[in-house]
């Protein structure tokens, strides 16, 4: 049975339950600030367990993309290693919200593996929750007393909290859970110890492969248990272990989820997969992260250097690494695997075979840079090689730090590295610098929030924002957040005009009114599905009734730029293309910015023809079109424009201005008629990563403003250069006078430079075969001072040559020396220039004939030649 047919068959399985199959939810979480990344096949319902919002339906199966490479759940070093822990795995789930409970859940669970997939009975084990005294939490008899009607007694194993009480994190739902694991070893490895004792001990061949999780509590900040408002089912099964199973393989990589991407591997590199443990892994790293990288960016996951894109930036450069360091590729590879994991999984996922192009283009590019990186670290390490040699052969846990931080060179890399170099690495020395680093982001970002202070249960909130910028509203439930700088308070309230921040579009701000108090939100936001109204202070009577009113100066001016941005996504399709995908936006009162995927700079006519399209769009005064809980399907039939990564329920909101030109399921707050903007201006258009372009417009008085700016400016250089017509002609006369200065100039300091090196030349002094020249002189650029070196290199033999400057306000050293006081004395200008830097409170470095140093103080540039002479009787003396 291959992949995609034990796939199929869960989903058919759980229809014939009753199960509505929903698609996966992208892997990038968006509105929750718990998560960066979905990384369990229950995030997506989140709020139907908490009783935040009703479930649509009350079973539900699907098979979710998950990524566990941070937080609690962090599977990332073992990838590669062992033959079952993933970056990106899927995770077949069937669910159900207040409906059936454990037994459907286990006899379900039990029917589909042993009579559908017909798995052996006795390769399979169970567990139960034990209970915990701690948590006041008893046996979990009743899912005892189900399993002993299918299996073995002696097949139904007790698990500690550890293993069998399952939480998503350190507050949220929760329960007792039972797990399913089968024995895969060989009958003789079986005689000699028995699969039970194995079970939760981390064999490769005795494994977990599907969770049944009863959800009964949710875990308070306090870390106190409360009852959920109803019982659900939350099952996960790891699909790539299930292949694993019942295609009798002793790895997941050796099914065929990674055969394609593994032998492609192989290929790539000329070796054979099996052949040798370190390339074996290394093959096995960079066909899991492939996956990851790739899903992630289809989901709209940019890599960069904050939060999620770090991870996914992480990642990729790990898997580069582990290619770069065993299987020799020295140039972009990982890109040429999408291709083959896009056919792969078209049928289940299709959004990356929809965006291949894309993908491919981002992953080269930040494989290229990261492939540069790697060669500027080990230019680094070259560089230093000398000073470790010096010092005990131990390349410092700061210096590793360094190159991990700066250079993305993990540990082992530079270890490695170390070793062919006769070096080693102080490892402790390194774990010291990573942990004063952690703690700096942990007390940086730490936060501490209080429990939900509920005022009104099973009360949800009514969002009435599209029609009113007013309302009567009341507190549901509040919290109180504590961070490193200040405290705010979260307020949720039964029916509120405030837009919270998504889609781009930041959240509102106004007040909350009750009598004579008056309480400022400062920001609205999104958890999961409630609207969260942000304050700095808590309202004296939470339970009065408040007028809310959003501040509709403030608003109308982030609704004339988010049309406008509409406006713009029409455009750009229509002058650059339909490949033309939204990957970004900001909207505010100031400013609107969008993120769009494009592979080339837009030129600068193609810019003027959009901003002319928008604004012809605007005069022409288009009414919104605004369609509210339109069937998904019918939108899209409708040509809405659904974004990648973005969660869509099953009714939409359609935002249409002209149907020919502007269609799009958008959840934001609109003007009614394109003539309101008043203007669209684009300032900036620029790259943000690779094939992703950026531009920044403004609208209606920030256009205004922005016009007048540059008018003010034209008008100032006009007045300038004292002409009021031919402005560029002007300019143009000056560059070209001021470029003949620059000639003469230049002619006039090389002349000095000439003089210079020959008065230079006639002041060198003999200590003992050597010629010594050590000055403090005048130059203008660092070319010049390096140039001087060189020019006396060539006129004096034997040369030891040390000059010492102030360019710019900051002072330089240069150490030259000829060839055979390299090759015969073992001079060493890396070395010299190093010494002489300490006189300036610098450091520097280079070639043994060449190097040079900068520094702060340039008060003790006059010691310098003093300090020379001294180094070099020194070395000469020895």
């Avoid at 286990?106 to 009579?115: F, H, K, Q, Y």
């Avoid at 939350?234 to 694993?244: A, H, I, S, V």
């Avoid at 910028?469 to 919290?479: G, K, L």
């Avoid at 959009?610 to 809980?629: D, K, P, S, T």
Wanted: hydrophobic share 40%; net charge negative; glycine share 6%.
């Amino acid at each position: 049975m291959n992949s995609a047919e034990i796939r199929q068959k869960f989903l058919d399985f759980f229809v014939s339950k009753q199960h509505q199959v929903v698609p996966s939810a992208p892997i990038v979480v968006k509105d929750d600030p718990t998560l960066m990344f979905t990384n369990a096949g229950m995030n997506q319902f989140k709020d139907y367990f908490l009783g935040n919002k009703p479930a649509p339906y009350k079973r539900a199966a699907d098979t979710q993309k998950c990524l566990r490479v941070s937080g609690k759940h962090n599977d990332l070093e073992e990838v590669g290693y062992d033959t079952y822990h993933h970056t990106m795995f899927e995770m077949l789930g069937n669910w159900s919200f207040g409906d059936y409970f454990k037994k459907d859940a286990l006899e379900w669970a039990w029917e589909l593996l042993t009579e559908v997939y017909q798995l052996p009975k006795d390769r399979l084990y169970v567990s139960v929750f034990e209970g915990d005294a701690k948590e006041n939490l008893g046996k979990d008899e009743e899912a005892y007393a189900i399993w002993k009607t299918m299996i073995a007694e002696d097949r139904i194993l007790f698990g500690s909290k550890k293993d069998n009480f399952w939480e998503m994190g350190d507050t949220g739902p929760c329960g007792p859970c039972s797990e399913i694991h089968i024995d895969l070893r060989t009958p003789e490895e079986i005689a000699q110890v028995p699969g039970r004792d194995l079970v939760n001990n981390d064999h490769p061949q005795v494994v977990e492969i599907w969770n049944n999780v009863f959800m009964e509590f949710n875990r308070l900040a306090d870390g106190s248990l409360v009852k959920l408002p109803a019982q659900h089912v939350d099952t996960g099964m790891g699909f790539e272990r299930l292949c694993m199973a019942i295609q009798g393989k002793r790895s997941n990589y050796d099914t065929d989820v990674f055969q394609p991407l593994i032998q492609f591997v192989a290929k790539e590199a000329g070796v054979t997969y099996g052949d040798e443990e370190k390339t074996d892994i290394a093959i096995r790293v960079i066909s899991d992260h492939i996956r990851a990288i790739a899903f992630a960016i289809a989901d709209g996951q940019l890599p960069s250097n904050n939060k999620a894109g770090y991870v996914i930036r992480r990642i990729l450069r790990r898997a580069v690494r582990y290619g770069f360091t065993f299987l020799d590729f020295k140039k972009p590879f990982l890109f040429r695997l999408t291709e083959v994991l896009a056919d792969q999984l078209a049928h289940v996922f299709p959004e990356l075979k929809q965006q291949l192009s894309f993908v491919q283009r981002v992953i080269e590019e930040e494989e290229n840079a990261f492939l540069r990186t790697l060669e500027n670290g080990l230019k680094r390490l070259d560089a230093l090689e000398e000073r470790f040699k010096s010092s005990d052969n131990t390349i410092d846990g700061k210096t590793a730090f360094e190159l991990y931080d700066t250079f993305g060179f993990p540990l082992d890399l530079t270890a490695l590295i170390a070793r062919e170099k006769g070096l080693k690495v102080d490892e402790a020395g390194f774990e010291v610098e990573m942990e004063q680093q952690k703690n700096r982001s942990r007390n940086a970002s730490a936060s501490e929030q209080t429990d939900w202070v509920v005022l009104q249960p099973d009360v949800s909130t009514e969002f009435i924002g599209y029609d009113t910028e007013t309302a009567d509203s009341h507190i549901v439930r509040y919290r109180q957040v504590k961070t490193k700088n200040k405290s705010e308070y979260h307020l949720v309230l039964d029916k509120t005009p405030f837009y919270a921040e998504s889609g781009g579009q930041v959240g509102d701000t106004g007040f909350l009114i009750s009598g004579t108090e008056q309480v400022e939100v400062l920001d609205t936001k999104k958890e999961n599905d409630l609207i969260l109204h942000i304050t700095a202070k808590l309202p004296q009577q939470v339970e009065a009734s408040f007028r809310s009113e959003v501040n509709a100066e403030r608003r109308n001016l982030i609704r004339k730029n988010h049309s406008a941005t509409h406006l713009l996504h029409a455009a750009l399709r229509k002058v650059l293309g339909d490949h033309v995908q939204q990957r970004g936006s900001l909207v505010n009162e100031k400013v609107l910015r969008f993120d769009f995927s494009h592979f080339a700079k837009v030129e600068e006519a193609q810019l003027r023809e959009i901003e002319h399209i928008v604004n012809e769009r605007i005069r022409q005064g288009i009414a919104l079109e605004e369609q509210r809980n339109v069937p998904i399907t019918e939108a899209k039939n409708m040509g809405a424009m659904a974004l990648f990564g973005e969660k869509y329920g099953e009714f939409v909101r359609v935002i249409a201005f002209d149907r020919e030109h502007s269609v799009e399921l958008c959840g934001g707050i609109h003007v009614l008629n394109t003539g309101h903007i008043g203007y669209f201006k684009i300032v900036s258009e620029s790259s943000v990563a690779a094939g992703v372009r950026r531009i920044e417009a403004v609208t209606a008085v920030s256009a205004e403003e922005f016009v007048q700016q540059q008018l003010n400016e034209l008008n100032a250089v006009r007045e300038v250069l004292s002409t009021q017509n031919n402005v560029s002609g002007a300019v143009q006369k000056l560059q070209e006078e001021n470029k003949a200065l620059q000639k003469q100039l230049e002619q006039f300091e090389l002349k000095q430079l000439s003089s210079l090196k020959n008065t230079l030349a006639t002041k060198a002094q003999t200590l003992g075969e050597v010629n010594f020249i050590a000055e403090v002189v005048e130059v203008s650029t660092a070319d010049y001072l390096k140039k001087l070196a060189f020019d006396l290199r060539q006129a004096v033999e034997n040369l030891v040559l040390v000059l010492a400057a102030e360019i710019d306000g900051k002072p330089q050293i240069a150490v030259m020396l000829s060839d055979n006081l390299v090759s015969d004395r073992q001079l060493n200008a890396s070395q010299l220039v190093r010494e002489l830097a300490k006189e300036i409170k610098g450091g520097g470095g280079g070639q043994p004939f060449y190097a040079t140093a900068g520094g702060k103080d340039a008060s003790g540039l006059q010691a310098v030649p003093a300090k020379a002479q001294e180094l070099i009787k020194k070395s000469l003396n020895n």
